[in-house]
């Protein structure tokens, strides 16, 4: 493998050759009008959704991941990040639902919702689907330093099966190693027999934080993942966001 001067220092060499090593870290940042909707503590901690705005985007900031996938991204939250990140390539997919309040003013100046990835280094975009069991959901994919990374958001429940299988057709078609980045609303478990036995989703420690914290129900705390196809996952761990929103990061190294 012949490895870009710019990736360098993230390679090691072995008795096979060089292996590239890259980081990778997924967050779902809890789009304001979702949090307001569903009852969430964010608003509560956070009354001025501006300066929660301002917080998140410096958190991702300071990230050192040459991949970053973001779920739940509002309209006010991207104009943030496209300003702090000059450096990053960013795509996004724009949902064609757009979240509306329920009780009260909209929050927000731009209420849209985005998926997104922010990429250290070129990126070249590959698709960029709702899903059509759900317009709130979807999938974002970019290729960059011989991988296709895809930004996954999957439905909860039985709408998930048939994303599953679309992100594992997606990944099919790939000659390159595959990183699925997300939030996919269920358990390790389903996920892997839901992808089938290419992929290979990152085991976390035993005393890992949850990726969703609940107080109460019986879904799966933890359902933020990253799974690889045709590479190897590991160093997986789970870091609280601090209250900034109502899951927590996950970041890990592939590689290939």
Same mark, same amino acid.
């Given at each position: $493998?012949? !490895?870009?001067?710019?990736?360098?220092?993230?390679?090691?060499?072995?008795?096979?050759? *060089?292996?590239?090593?890259? =980081?990778? $870290?997924? *967050?779902?940042?809890?789009?304001?009008?979702?949090?307001?909707? *569903?009852?969430?503590?964010?608003?509560?901690? *956070?009354?001025?959704?501006s300066e929660r705005i301002a917080a998140v985007t410096a958190r991702i900031a300071g990230r050192a991941e040459q991949v970053i996938a973001l779920q739940e991204v509002s309209g006010d939250q991207l104009a943030s990040l496209r @300003?702090?990140?000059?450096? @990053? =390539? !960013?795509?996004?997919?724009?949902?064609?639902?757009?979240?509306?309040?329920?009780?009260?003013?909209?929050?927000?100046?731009?209420?849209? %919702?985005?998926? !997104?990835?922010?990429?250290?280094?070129?990126?070249?975009?590959?698709?960029?689907? #709702?899903?059509?069991? +759900?317009?709130?959901?979807?999938?974002?994919?970019?290729?960059?330093?011989?991988?296709?990374?895809?930004?996954?958001?999957?439905?909860?429940?039985? @709408?998930?099966?048939?994303?599953? %299988?679309?992100?594992? %057709?997606?990944?099919?078609?790939?000659?390159?190693?595959?990183?699925?980045?997300? /939030?996919?609303?269920?358990?390790?478990? &389903?996920?892997?027999?839901?992808?089938?036995? &290419?992929? =290979?989703?990152? +085991?976390?420690?035993?005393?890992?934080? #949850? =990726?969703?914290?609940?107080?109460?129900?019986?879904?799966?705390?933890?359902?933020?993942? !990253?799974?690889?196809?045709?590479?190897?996952?590991?160093?997986?761990?789970?870091? /609280?966001?601090?209250?900034?929103?109502?899951?927590?990061?996950?970041?890990? &190294?592939?590689?290939?």
């Open positions: $493998m012949i !490895v870009p001067r710019r990736l360098q220092e993230h390679a090691r060499q072995t008795s096979v050759g *060089w292996r590239l090593m890259i =980081t990778v $870290m997924t *967050w779902n940042v809890l789009h304001r009008i979702h949090a307001e909707n *569903w009852g969430a503590d964010i608003p509560g901690r *956070w009354p001025d959704e @300003r702090a990140l000059p450096g @990053r =390539t !960013v795509h996004v997919l724009p949902y064609p639902r757009v979240p509306a309040p329920r009780n009260g003013p909209c929050p927000l100046d731009d209420p849209r %919702e985005y998926l !997104v990835l922010a990429v250290d280094g070129p990126a070249r975009q590959i698709a960029a689907e #709702p899903f059509e069991e +759900d317009p709130g959901k979807g999938l974002l994919a970019v290729q960059t330093a011989g991988i296709l990374v895809i930004a996954v958001h999957v439905s909860s429940g039985q @709408r998930s099966a048939r994303q599953l %299988e679309r992100l594992a %057709e997606l990944a099919a078609t790939s000659p390159e190693p595959v990183v699925l980045l997300g /939030d996919f609303n269920t358990d390790r478990a &389903t996920v892997a027999a839901g992808l089938g036995p &290419t992929f =290979t989703v990152a +085991d976390l420690p035993p005393d890992a934080l #949850p =990726t969703r914290p609940r107080t109460s129900g019986t879904k799966s705390q933890f359902i933020d993942h !990253v799974v690889v196809r045709g590479a190897e996952v590991g160093g997986a761990v789970v870091e /609280d966001a601090d209250g900034l929103s109502d899951h927590n990061l996950v970041h890990a &190294t592939v590689t290939l």
